[in-house]
Structure formats: structure tokens, C-alpha cells
């Protein structure tokens, strides 16, 4: 069975002396398992191939890991962008069937982010885009960044929406007051990121964003960011109430791809099967973040019809990202 997973990590030079220098340095003073992990997010290569071998992973469709470039300002974001891009198109130039790409973009200045998407798609092969999350404070409902939105309906290819921490003024509010090891995770990864994840999806769709580009398509990661298991409930925001022309739940299943990313928990991954329907479920390992191998293994026991575990395994990225 063939096996594509959609939210895997690289870094670059410039990403590790600007973006990400904070947590490099943290990785460096701290060693162990998170040294590791930027070891490996360093390498789109021989060890990288090695390690999806050993997994049984036969394509990685990579991107820039968080922050991205949406916490950065505009010509820093640019610089960002076009050494990220140059990375990542020579990997899949070296190596097309083994990695795909999604481009990362200067999103502060959306017009130079669309000219960047377009070019990476028709230029290097690149399969879609990756956001991760709002830019400084502002989200993608915002009509600033809507020539983003506009390039990728038109290019017909997916945004990966990657979580990211909230603005600085959620952190201090909703998640501040205790030691500052446990504010970090919990506005991270484990709960901010997955909540704010959700959130910009919702602000997407009450903004309008599918009603002005219907056939743009977002996909998310970590078995839906919780918005499976709220599915019914958010259609209490009614159109009468949105003015949107569908209820919000019928956006969520029309216009979101859900990865499992990590999450290799049966009963939430079940949750979202039943929600979403199984052509919106794509596999993904969120590696090196996780274990490629753990989630390897999660796959081969999901409850599902042989036909639909190759769906999942690759049969609906195959479709959606054209690979």
C-alpha cells in the first residue's frame, strides 16, 4: 500500500537565524529529544529518506516548519520565502517521487505572496501552499490577504494551515497565570494551537471567504483541530444570522481536508471519519514532530474497508494535491 503523508517539516538556514532562532537556541541549550528534532527538520536528504524507508512512508509533501513566515515582517517573510522555496524545489527536483512540496509565502505582502505561489506551482511542481496561521494578529478573512485566496482557487491547488500560537494578548488573557513552561504548552501543542487552528477556519468561513472562492480548498491537520467533534453544533450559526449561503458545517465538509497528523487516537479519529466522510481523510505523520513509524502502525488498524484505508493512505491526496 502506497503511503503519502501531508504534514511534514523542514527548516532552512535563514528560518533557524530569524524565525525559528528562539527555539533553535532553546534545542541547542537543551539537547536531547527536541536537538533531535531540529536535527532532522535540517535534513531533506539521504537521512531523512532513510528514516521514511525504515517507516514504510514512500512520499513526504513538505513544508516550512512554524512559525512559517507569518510572524515575520515583510521583506524578512520574503527573504524567508524565496530560500525556503529554493530548498524545497531543489529536494523534489532531486527526488520527485519521493518529495512534493508546498510553498511558503511572503504573506505580509499578499500580492508578492500570490506572484510566489503562482511561480513555485507552474515553475518547480510545487503542489500547494502553507500557511501557519494568522499573520501577526490578523487572520485570513481579513480581504488584505485575500489575492492569496484568489491564486490558489484559480491555480486549483489546497492551503495547508498549520497551527501556530495565538496573538500574544489571547496568550496573556486566556492562557497566562502559570509557570512559564506550562503557559507555552498550553497555548501550544496542547491545546492553543489546535483551538486557534480552529478558530481561523470558522473566521474563514463567517467571513465568506467560500462564498467568494467556492472551489478553494484548506486542509488541516491533527484530526480537525476539534472542529469534527463541534460539527453540529456550530450550525446554530445560522444564515439567517451569517448571511453566508450554507450552514457552517456544510463548509467544514465542503471546502476542509482533515490530515490525522500525529493524532493516533481511534476514538477521535472515528469521530471525524463519521463527520467529514472518508474523501476528506488524508494520512500524515507530522514528522519529525512524530513518528512516522507510530503512525505508520496507527494506519494499518484503523476500522475501516481496505478500499478506504488506501483512500486515506493515498488515494485522496493523490486527488487533491494532483501527485
Not at 466522510?277 to 505508520?296: E, I, K, N, T
Request: glycine share 8%; charged share 20%.
Amino acid at each position: 500500500m502506497r503511503t503519502i503523508t501531508l504534514e511534514e517539516h523542514f527548516s532552512t538556514p535563514a528560518f533557524r537565524q530569524g524565525a525559528g532562532r528562539k527555539r533553535q537556541e532553546l534545542a541547542e541549550r537543551t539537547g536531547g529529544r527536541l536537538a533531535k528534532v531540529f536535527e532532522q527538520l535540517a535534513d531533506i536528504g539521504d537521512k531523512r529518506l532513510a528514516d521514511m524507508d525504515a517507516a514504510g512512508i514512500d512520499m513526504q509533501v513538505l513544508s516550512l516548519t512554524s512559525p512559517g513566515a507569518e510572524q515575520s515582517d515583510a521583506a524578512e517573510a520574503a527573504a524567508l520565502a524565496q530560500e525556503a522555496n529554493d530548498i524545497l524545489a531543489d529536494a523534489v527536483k532531486k527526488h520527485p517521487q519521493r518529495f512534493a512540496g508546498l510553498a511558503v509565502m511572503p504573506t505580509a505582502a499578499p500580492d508578492k505572496a500570490a506572484q510566489e505561489l503562482e511561480r513555485r506551482v507552474r515553475h518547480d511542481g510545487f503542489v500547494g501552499a502553507v500557511i501557519h496561521g494568522h499573520n501577526r494578529g490578523r487572520y485570513f478573512d481579513d480581504k488584505f490577504f485575500w489575492p492569496i485566496l484568489e491564486q490558489a482557487e484559480a491555480l486549483a491547488v489546497p492551503i495547508y494551515l498549520h497551527p501556530t500560537m495565538p496573538p500574544q494578548a489571547v496568550i496573556d488573557v486566556s492562557f497566562g497565570g502559570f509557570l512559564p513552561a506550562v503557559t507555552d504548552m498550553f497555548a501550544g501543542p496542547g491545546w492553543g494551537w489546535h483551538i486557534e487552528t480552529a478558530v481561523h477556519i470558522l473566521r474563514l468561513v463567517l467571513g465568506g471567504v467560500f462564498d467568494r472562492f467556492p472551489k478553494l480548498q484548506f486542509v488541516i491537520g491533527h484530526l480537525g483541530e476539534a472542529l469534527p467533534f463541534m460539527m453540529q453544533r456550530v450550525d446554530i450559526m445560522a444564515p439567517a444570522l451569517t448571511k453566508l449561503q450554507k450552514p457552517v458545517s456544510a463548509y467544514l465538509r465542503g471546502n476542509i481536508h482533515y490530515t490525522i497528523s500525529g493524532f493516533n487516537f481511534p476514538a477521535a479519529f472515528l469521530d471525524m471519519l463519521l463527520e467529514v466522510g472518508v474523501g476528506r481523510v488524508m494520512f500524515s505523520a507530522d514528522y519529525p514532530y512524530a513518528s512516522m513509524a507510530q503512525a505508520r502502525a496507527f494506519l494499518e488498524q484503523i476500522p475501516v474497508s481496505s478500499a478506504d484505508r488506501e483512500a486515506i493512505a493515498h488515494g485522496n491526496a493523490e486527488k487533491l494535491f494532483k501527485l
